[in-house]
């Protein structure tokens, strides 16, 4: 099975702007969530796709969205970028099955800086 | 909250030392635990899971973890390391009421294996 991909792997965008990142997951996994990695923060949930609907969401202000297709692909906006912004974005696409043996595989990630 | 702790934030060994990487979380209820590993340049790879059963769980490349409920923690160890062990490796953990897919994670360690 094709691991996890995200495009792109790297991004400059200035201050002020927005930007979209993508992400598909493995062939039959429905959940997808997205962290935000920094050297001081470490890595941060952002939020949970399942079946289009968003199911979790961590504490990022609004400026942070995201959306998921039929296919399970997800996509993450942020808008009105800031310098903190500057990251690196994983994505982990999870086999979450009923008995709660949810077992996340993360992307390489999405490099973002913001001059 | 949930939160994650590892107790040292730089490991600095030499081959074939053992290591032990601390991990304690708080959270009341059920919880699946996880660690991963970033190798330079890498994604993050899951290097083993608790789900329930035998508290002391193997991994990939000669890992291994117990699970010590009564103190919420989930230390990694591995009896002698190679250079080739020299990456961040993080703790997580997910809940299972109500946020599969969400991890939460530590902040990291940081591990160097001198040859």
């Known amino acids: 099975k094709a691991g996890v991909t995200q495009t792109p792997r790297y991004l400059i965008k200035t201050r002020g702007q927005q930007v979209t990142l993508s992400c598909s997951p493995i062939s039959g996994h429905r959940s997808v969530s997205w962290y935000q990695q920094t050297p001081g923060q470490g890595l941060q949930f952002l939020f949970e796709y399942f079946s289009e609907t968003q199911r979790n969401k961590g504490n990022f202000p609004g400026r942070f969205s995201g959306r998921q297709f039929s296919n399970s692909r997800s996509e993450m906006n942020v808008s009105t970028l800031e310098l903190g912004d500057s990251a690196l974005y994983l994505c982990a696409s999870s086999n979450s099955d009923t008995s709660g043996r949810t077992e996340s595989f993360f992307g390489p990630g999405t490099r973002l800086t913001v001059l | ?115």
């Open chain 2, 1 to 115: 909250a949930q939160s994650v702790s590892q107790h040292n934030h730089h490991v600095i060994l030499s081959e074939a030392a053992s290591l032990e990487l601390g991990c304690n979380y708080s959270y009341g209820g059920t919880v699946n635990l996880f660690w991963y590993v970033q190798y330079p340049g890498q994604h993050l790879q899951l290097l083993l899971k608790y789900f329930s059963g035998d508290p002391l769980v193997k991994g990939i490349k000669g890992f291994e973890a117990e699970f010590i409920k009564s103190k919420f923690s989930f230390n990694l160890r591995k009896p002698s390391v190679q250079w080739s062990d020299t990456a961040e490796y993080f703790c997580a953990v997910n809940a299972l009421r109500g946020s599969q897919g969400n991890l939460i994670f530590g902040k990291g360690t940081k591990l160097s294996v001198k040859p």
